[in-house]
């Protein structure tokens, strides 16, 4: 876990970083007026650290959003923000939607992330199969990266929650 960003040092790092996994801009500008609105929330009560049971207070006080099941697309967007804010700020990293193609995976796992996606392809695994293996490895490997992970080796089981856990 890292250290808590003042609330409008994580905005600009978040947003920073959506625009380093290439989010679009209008979804930035989205969030981005969710995240306004919330540090109104925040200043009225003089909070100057965001965490997630004060995302999920302004969820509800602001949104009525209590439930984060069978949401509409305006609400869904919302909760994305705010989420968005406390997996950031618990572990320091955005990951990307997809692969981009091309992108190679952090170095220290490479070898084996590429190793294994061959070896099911010999096996007969389909594309499309594949294709999620890469975009889930390329997160990982994305993830892996923010953990400063030097080896393959050094990955242990708390490297493997806290992937899960974004």
């Keep these: 876990m890292q250290e808590l960003l003042p609330f409008n040092d994580l905005i600009s790092v978040v947003k920073e970083e959506?625009?380093?996994?290439?989010?679009?801009?209008?979804?930035?500008?989205?969030?981005?007026?969710?995240?306004?609105?919330?540090?109104?929330?925040?200043?009225?009560r003089d909070l100057k650290y965001f965490n997630m049971k004060i995302g999920l207070n302004f969820l509800e006080d602001q949104y009525g959003i209590t439930v984060f099941?069978?949401?509409?697309?305006?609400?869904?967007?919302?909760?994305?923000?705010?989420?968005?804010?406390?997996?950031?700020?618990?572990?320091?990293?955005i990951l990307s939607k997809r692969r981009v193609i091309g992108k190679e995976y952090y170095p220290p796992v490479k070898k084996a992330f590429d190793g294994f996606i061959q070896s099911r392809r010999c096996n007969g695994i389909s594309e499309k199969t594949?294709?999620?293996?890469?975009?889930?490895?390329?997160?990982?490997?994305?993830y892996l990266s923010k953990q400063k992970i030097?080896?393959?080796?050094?990955?242990?089981?708390?490297?493997?929650?806290?992937f899960v856990n974004t």
């Design 18 to 44: 959506l625009y380093r996994v290439k989010y679009k801009e209008s979804r930035i500008n989205l969030y981005v007026s969710i995240w306004e609105t919330l540090g109104q929330f925040m200043r009225e």
């Design 150 to 162: 030097n080896a393959i080796s050094e990955i242990n089981p708390g490297h493997i929650l806290g």
């Design 69 to 93: 099941k069978h949401l509409n697309s305006s609400s869904g967007l919302k909760v994305r923000a705010i989420n968005m804010l406390g997996e950031y700020q618990l572990h320091g990293i």
């Design 130 to 142: 594949l294709q999620s293996n890469e975009l889930y490895l390329s997160r990982f490997s994305e």
